[in-house]
């Protein structure tokens, strides 16, 4: 079974609409991270947490809110989904200032 | 200049050759830096680490450190087909604590 796991994997979604994005991890890691990439933007950080308490916003958080519900689980949401929010969105975890290791990535599209 | 800087390519290659990857960063002090191998529409996988000035080879891939210039290579030897992809640069910096990615260089290993 992978170590990082993403639900889910592609994901259509309309304008103005609230949707999650889950990132469960099996590593024991205590970091976690969520990216989102676009082509010819590199990975770009939206939200990391230290541990269950720590959460801290990345260089694009606007638009985004997280939730760490245990070590093991890291969620992203859009409050209110907007087309420039069409990317791939890929979550992360290592342990302290570590290796990262992804996810598989989700692909989300945004009408 | 640009926390952490890598050339966007594409770089061709022909099969057999060495691929010449570099990375330039902002910050003197940083300590941890990493080479990630990412195929279109997949993940980052880690290739390399290294902390130390000089060289760290592993079979075909050797990164190279220099911290007095503030710079970071991977070096590709006997390049295969299977090798195009974007490789990233990423680096702890020590004035954020994160790792930040390079927007990656595109290669093209031509059979």
């Known amino acids: 079974d992978a170590d990082v796991t993403q639900t889910p994997r592609n994901r259509i979604t309309k304008t103005g609409k609230r949707i999650m994005l889950e990132c469960s991890q099996t590593?024991?890691?205590?970091?976690m991270y969520w990216y989102r990439q676009d082509p010819g933007l590199g990975l770009q950080l939206i939200y990391y947490?230290?541990?269950?308490?720590?959460?801290n916003k990345g260089e694009i958080s606007d638009g985004y809110s997280v939730s760490r519900q245990a070590q093991a689980k890291f969620s992203l949401s859009l409050e209110s989904a907007i087309p420039n929010q069409t990317a791939l969105y890929f979550c992360?975890?290592?342990?302290?200032?570590?290796?990262?290791?992804f996810g598989p990535g989700t692909r989300l599209l945004v009408l | 200049q640009k926390e952490v800087e890598q050339n966007s390519g594409p770089l061709s290659v022909p099969e057999g050759a060495i691929a010449s990857l570099n990375c330039t960063y902002s910050?003197?002090?940083?300590?941890?830096f990493f080479w990630y191998r990412q195929y279109s529409g997949k993940s980052p996988e880690l290739i390399m680490s290294?902390?130390?000035?000089g060289d760290k080879e592993d079979g075909r891939f050797t990164a190279q450190l220099n911290k007095a210039s503030q710079y970071v290579s991977l070096l590709i030897r006997d390049s295969q087909p299977s090798d195009s992809a974007t490789y990233l640069c990423?680096?702890?910096?020590?004035?954020?604590?994160?790792?930040?990615f390079g927007k990656g260089t595109l290669l093209t290993v031509n059979p």
């Open positions: 290294i902390y130390s000035n």
């Open positions: 990423a680096v702890n910096l020590a004035s954020n604590y994160k790792l930040t």
């Open positions: 590593k024991g890691h205590d970091r």
């Open positions: 992360a975890t290592s342990e302290g200032e570590e290796t990262q290791y």
């Open positions: 910050d003197r002090v940083s300590q941890s």
């Open positions: 947490s230290f541990d269950v308490k720590d959460i």
